[in-house]
Every structure is written in structure tokens, then in C-alpha cells.
């Protein structure tokens, strides 16, 4: 029986030729990895004059076709491979032994596709002349990212979003919940959870919590946590609207005060302008004549009376009017200026007077010097007069004195 069963298998396997297989349906390897995948051929010819073994991969969309990656030709030895492939594919070849492996480099993702492997032998197309195999390309989840899509109001409806941008194959992901104390508890009732997908259905205080969502895969799994605090909606909106309500009464009082100070700010200037002229132009040159000084005081005091007359403009200016207060600063100043003066004036009388008395005094003394110098040529004439006997009586002498000699 069994070797009945040998014979019509080996008639079999005559009549339908050539035979290609790939031992596994499916192939996984981490990414960055070497990898071999197998291929193994059976021919009824033999000793055929040509072999050609084309691998290729084919598009992870069905229905398109696959590229090669590698085509070896028996018995020449030549070795086909496409540039998108050379340094990562290679083929190695025992082709008596009808062994055609793909020897792939460092594995990507690009290689995480379906890979076909045909054997073409002359007279020898009869049979199964391709195998497929898929190349999975493993890539741990990279850390997801949480999400709360929605706004998180009592009834309102939310979704948590769950998403790693790596991960081959394609991440699981599964949302769990715990309290605020980090103890484990049901999703919420109606809570749907579509492939890290959660959506929550009228939430309210009870839905709170700490949502958990882990993305996993064969190689590993990675995880992200959001913390979900639904408010009531009367709050945020009430809150929301005092805190507007208030920003727009804060900002109508300014207003009214920025237009009400502008106004009288207005009718003050126009007062005052009317008031005072062009002296505000005046003051603001910085060294005025001396001429000048004098005119200007005089018009300031024509003015001044002016002013004093507007008893109401009085009234208003007694508020920190800092001009008007300014102005008659600098009235009292001159005022003291001339006080200053009268004083001074008054002193140089006073001194005048001193003046006019010691004049007075002097021509008195004068007065008596003269008296003395007539006293004094009075003295002098007897004085001559004295001289003239002592020169007498000397000549009386000498004479009496030749007379004494003779
Ligand atoms: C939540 O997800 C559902 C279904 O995926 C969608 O219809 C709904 O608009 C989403 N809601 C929000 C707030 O994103
Ligand atoms: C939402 O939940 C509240 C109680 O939390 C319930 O009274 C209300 O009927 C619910 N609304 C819907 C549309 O399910
Ligand atoms: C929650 O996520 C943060 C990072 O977003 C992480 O540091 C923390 O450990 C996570 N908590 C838990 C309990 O996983």
C-alpha cells in the first residue's frame, strides 16, 4: 500500500512537473534584522540546460504586480539585482540540491510585504512553478499619544484617542480605567472601545477618572494615561459668561471715565487758553530778553486781573490745575521780585539820606577847618611879628656887641 501510494505519487509528480514550495506561510522578523527566506524546487527534467529563479516581492495590494528583487540564471551564474535592492538582497543558491533561498539584509519596513519565489526550467512549466510567502516585519509600538476629542461637559459626548506612529504589525490598542486612587474599574456602561477608539456617551461626574490606554504588538507594548475631569456645563458656561459680564462692565466704567475726564479736561483748556493766550507759547521759550521779562510781567498782571474777574474759572481752578497754579507761582514770585525791589529802593533812600547827612557834616568841619586856618594865620602873623623883634633886638645885640669890641 505504501509503496503503491510512493508510485502514483511519483507518477503524479511526473505528470504535473515542476514543484516550487516555501515551507512557511508566513515569516516574522524584527526590524534591522537579517533574514533568509527559503525556497526549495523539485523538476522532472533532467539535467535541464537552463534554470532561471526569479524572486520578487509583491505590493501589499492585491491584484498588483510584484517587482523583482532577484533573478539567477543556472548554469551561466548570472545575478540580477535592481537597484532598489542592491547591498540588501542576495541570493543563496544550492540549485542541485533545488535550494534558491533569498538572503535580505538588515531588514525595513519596505520588506514587510509578500514575497513570491518562481523557478523557470524548459520544458518544465507544468506543475507549480511559484511559491508566496509573507515577510512580517516586526517593529515594536512606539509610546502612543492620548487624546480627549471633545469638550468634557456633563452630557456631552467624548472620544479618547489612542495612536502610536510606529509599530508593525499594526499595534492593538485597549483602554482601561482607575479611579483618581489608581484602582482598577469598569469603563463606563455605554463606552465603546474601537481599536483605541473610546468613545464616551453623556458623560458626567462618574465618568471622571484616569483612563490608561496600551498599545501592544508581538515584539512589545508601550502605554500613555490621560486624566478625564468632566465639569458641569453650568459651571464652565456660567463662570465663563460672569467673567465676560465683568470685562464688559470693567471696560464701559473706563470708558465713561476716559470720556467724562476728556471732557473736562477739554473745557478746562478752553478756559484756560481763553484766559491766558498765547502765554503758554511764550513760557515755553527758554531765555527771554530782558525787555521782554518786563513786558511779559506787565501783561501778566493785566491778565491776572482778567482771571481774578472769573470767579467760576476761580472755583474750578482751585482743583490741582497744575498751570494755573503754575502760573500764579510764578505772579507771587514776581510779586516778591518786586517787593525785593521797593526794599531795595527803599534801603538806597535810607542810604541817601546817610549820604546827605554826612555831606552836611562834612561842610560843617569844613566850615571849621576854615575857622582854624584863619586862627592859624593869625598865630603866624604874630609869629612873624615875634621874628621881627628877636631880629631886632639881634641887631640891638650886634651892635652893642661891635661897640663892646671897639
Ligand atoms: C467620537 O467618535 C465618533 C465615532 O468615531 C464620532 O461620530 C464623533 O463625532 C466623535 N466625537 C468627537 C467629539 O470627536
Ligand atoms: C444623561 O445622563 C443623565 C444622568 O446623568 C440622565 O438624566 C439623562 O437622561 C442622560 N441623557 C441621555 C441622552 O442619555
Ligand atoms: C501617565 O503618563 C505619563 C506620561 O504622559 C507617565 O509619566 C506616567 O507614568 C503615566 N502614568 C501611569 C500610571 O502610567
Known amino acids: 500500500m505504501k509503496l503503491?501510494?510512493?508510485?502514483?505519487?511519483?507518477?503524479?509528480?511526473?505528470a504535473m512537473g515542476i514543484k516550487v514550495s516555501i515551507p512557511q506561510e508566513k515569516y516574522e522578523v524584527a526590524r534591522g534584522d537579517d533574514f533568509t527566506l527559503p525556497c526549495k524546487f523539485e523538476t522532472t527534467q533532467q539535467n535541464p540546460p537552463v534554470i532561471i529563479v526569479i524572486w520578487s516581492a509583491l505590493s501589499p495590494q492585491a491584484g498588483q504586480k510584484g517587482k523583482p528583487v532577484a533573478t539567477y540564471y543556472h548554469p551561466s551564474g548570472q545575478l540580477d539585482i535592481p537597484p532598489a535592492y542592491e547591498g540588501k538582497a542576495t541570493m543563496k543558491k544550492d540549485v542541485d540540491g533545488g535550494n534558491v533561498d533569498l538572503f535580505l539584509k538588515k531588514v525595513s519596513m519596505d520588506e514587510n510585504r509578500v514575497f513570491e519565489c518562481e523557478v523557470k526550467i524548459p520544458m518544465d512549466d507544468e506543475g507549480t512553478p511559484s511559491a508566496i510567502t509573507t515577510l512580517v516585519v516586526l517593529?515594536?509600538?512606539?509610546?502612543?499619544?492620548?487624546?480627549?476629542?471633545?469638550?468634557?461637559?456633563?452630557?456631552?459626548?467624548?472620544?479618547?484617542?489612542?495612536?502610536?506612529?510606529?509599530?508593525?504589525?499594526?499595534?492593538?490598542?485597549?483602554?482601561?480605567?482607575?479611579?483618581?486612587?489608581?484602582?482598577?474599574?469598569?469603563?463606563?456602561?455605554?463606552?465603546?472601545?474601537?481599536?483605541?477608539?473610546?468613545?464616551?456617551?453623556?458623560?458626567?461626574?462618574?465618568?471622571?477618572?484616569?483612563?490608561?490606554?496600551?498599545?501592544?504588538?508581538?515584539?512589545?507594548?508601550?502605554?500613555?494615561n490621560v486624566t478625564l475631569s468632566v465639569m458641569p456645563p453650568s459651571m464652565n458656561i456660567g463662570s465663563t459668561a460672569l467673567i465676560i459680564g465683568v470685562c464688559?462692565?470693567?471696560?464701559?466704567?473706563?470708558?465713561?471715565?476716559?470720556?467724562?475726564?476728556?471732557?473736562?479736561?477739554?473745557?478746562?483748556?478752553?478756559?484756560?487758553?481763553?484766559?491766558?493766550?498765547?502765554?503758554?507759547?511764550?513760557?515755553?521759550?527758554?531765555?527771554?530778553?530782558?525787555?521782554?521779562?518786563?513786558?511779559?510781567?506787565?501783561?501778566?498782571?493785566?491778565?491776572?486781573?482778567?482771571?481774578?474777574?472769573?470767579?467760576?474759572?476761580?472755583?474750578?481752578?482751585?482743583?490741582?490745575?497744575?498751570?494755573?497754579?503754575?502760573?500764579?507761582?510764578?505772579?507771587?514770585?514776581?510779586?516778591?521780585?518786586?517787593?525785593?525791589?521797593?526794599?531795595?529802593?527803599?534801603?538806597?533812600?535810607?542810604?541817601?539820606?546817610?549820604?546827605?547827612?554826612?555831606?552836611?557834616?562834612?561842610?560843617?568841619?569844613?566850615?571849621?577847618?576854615?575857622?582854624?586856618?584863619?586862627?592859624?594865620?593869625d598865630r603866624r602873623d604874630r609869629y612873624d611879628d615875634r621874628r621881627d623883634d628877636y631880629d631886632d633886638r639881634r641887631d640891638r645885640y650886634d651892635d652893642r656887641r661891635d661897640r663892646y669890641n671897639d
Not at 503503491?4 to 511526473?14: D, E, M, P, Q, Y
Not at 474759572?313 to 497754579?325: F, G, I, K, Q, T
Open 248 to 377: 464688559v462692565a470693567a471696560l464701559l466704567v473706563i470708558i465713561i471715565i476716559a470720556v467724562c475726564c476728556y471732557r473736562k479736561r477739554k473745557q478746562k483748556k478752553l478756559a484756560t487758553e481763553y484766559a491766558m493766550g498765547e502765554v503758554e507759547e511764550e513760557y515755553r521759550d527758554k531765555e527771554p530778553m530782558e525787555s521782554e521779562r518786563n513786558d511779559r510781567n506787565n501783561k501778566l498782571d493785566d491778565r491776572m486781573e482778567r482771571i481774578e474777574d472769573m470767579d467760576n474759572y476761580e472755583e474750578r481752578s482751585e482743583r490741582n490745575y497744575d498751570r494755573r497754579s503754575d502760573y500764579a507761582d510764578r505772579r507771587e514770585k514776581n510779586y516778591d521780585r518786586r517787593d525785593d525791589y521797593d526794599d531795595r529802593r527803599e534801603r538806597y533812600d535810607d542810604r541817601r539820606d546817610d549820604y546827605d547827612d554826612r555831606r552836611e557834616r562834612y561842610d560843617d568841619r569844613r566850615d571849621d577847618y576854615d575857622d582854624s586856618r584863619d586862627r592859624y594865620d
Open 4 to 14: 503503491f501510494g510512493f508510485i502514483i505519487c511519483a507518477i503524479l509528480s511526473a
Open 139 to 224: 517593529v515594536a509600538p512606539s509610546p502612543p499619544v492620548c487624546q480627549v476629542k471633545g469638550t468634557a461637559e456633563y452630557g456631552r459626548d467624548i472620544n479618547l484617542t489612542c495612536f502610536s506612529e510606529e509599530g508593525s504589525p499594526d499595534p492593538k490598542y485597549s483602554w482601561k480605567r482607575h479611579t483618581v486612587q489608581n484602582q482598577p474599574v469598569p469603563l463606563p456602561p455605554r463606552a465603546t472601545d474601537k481599536n483605541g477608539h473610546l468613545s464616551l456617551y453623556n458623560v458626567s461626574m462618574d465618568t471622571s477618572g484616569f483612563y490608561l490606554c496600551t498599545s501592544t504588538n508581538k515584539i512589545r507594548s508601550a502605554s500613555c
